[in-house]
């Protein structure tokens, strides 16, 4: 029951890289020739290649930045691995953090390794403002790094004993 329940989460990690390569597949090959899809007046899907880590940070640190991030997500998907191999059936929050960081590190990793920037597409704005550009493994990554946040700060409030 263990092996069957772990599958789950090992095929959400494998959801979550495939409709992060294929939406990457689509941005490259559709908004590569079309520019800017506007779908809401904060909202558009557009094109952008980014070599640094999230926000852009390190993007022109002359390459070393590809090596460090690849090595990182390397690190922190093993690392999640093996945890999630050992998790119980009810820590399923913890499940799914780990499945949606491994599978959103894993997405942005295979784009460092075949290109040396990944690929962002789904941009957020208003006005002049702009928030940088992401793709849907920065969008899990977040979420399980949400989820994870909020597993850290349940368990105190929910163990006190008054």
Same mark, same amino acid.
């Given at each position: 029951?263990?092996?069957?329940?772990?599958? =789950?989460? %090992?095929?959400?990690?494998?959801?979550?890289?495939?409709?992060?390569? +294929?939406?990457?597949?689509? $941005?490259?090959?559709?908004? !590569?020739? $079309?520019? =800017?899809?506007?779908?809401?007046?904060?909202? &558009?899907?557009?094109?952008?290649?980014? =070599? *640094?880590?999230? %926000? *852009? %940070?390190?993007?022109?640190? !002359?390459?070393?930045?590809?090596?460090?991030?690849?090595?990182?997500? /390397?690190?922190?998907?093993? +690392?999640?691995? +093996?945890?999630?191999?050992?998790?119980?059936?009810?820590? =399923?929050?913890?499940?799914?953090?780990?499945?949606?960081?491994? *599978?959103?590190?894993? !997405?942005?990793?295979? &784009?460092?390794?075949? @290109?040396? @920037? +990944?690929?962002?597409?789904?941009?957020?704005? @208003?006005?002049?403002?702009?928030?940088?550009?992401?793709? /849907?493994?920065?969008?899990?990554? %977040? /979420? !399980?790094?949400?989820?994870?946040?909020?597993? $850290?700060?349940?368990?105190?409030?929910?163990?006190?004993?008054?």
């Amino acid at each position: 029951m263990q092996a069957l329940y772990q599958i =789950r989460w %090992f095929a959400l990690t494998l959801f979550v890289l495939i409709i992060d390569q +294929v939406s990457k597949y689509w $941005a490259e090959h559709v908004l !590569g020739w $079309a520019g =800017r899809v506007e779908l809401l007046p904060i909202f &558009d899907l557009s094109l952008a290649h980014n =070599r *640094g880590a999230a %926000f *852009g %940070f390190l993007a022109d640190a !002359g390459g070393w930045q590809q090596v460090f991030f690849a090595t990182l997500a /390397i690190l922190i998907s093993t +690392v999640l691995l +093996v945890a999630m191999k050992r998790l119980q059936a009810h820590q =399923r929050h913890l499940a799914i953090a780990y499945a949606l960081v491994i *599978g959103g590190a894993l !997405g942005n990793l295979i &784009d460092r390794l075949l @290109y040396q @920037y +990944v690929i962002d597409f789904i941009h957020v704005f @208003y006005q002049n403002a702009h928030f940088p550009h992401f793709n /849907i493994a920065d969008s899990a990554i %977040f /979420i !399980g790094a949400v989820l994870l946040i909020f597993d $850290a700060f349940e368990k105190p409030f929910l163990d006190r004993s008054i």
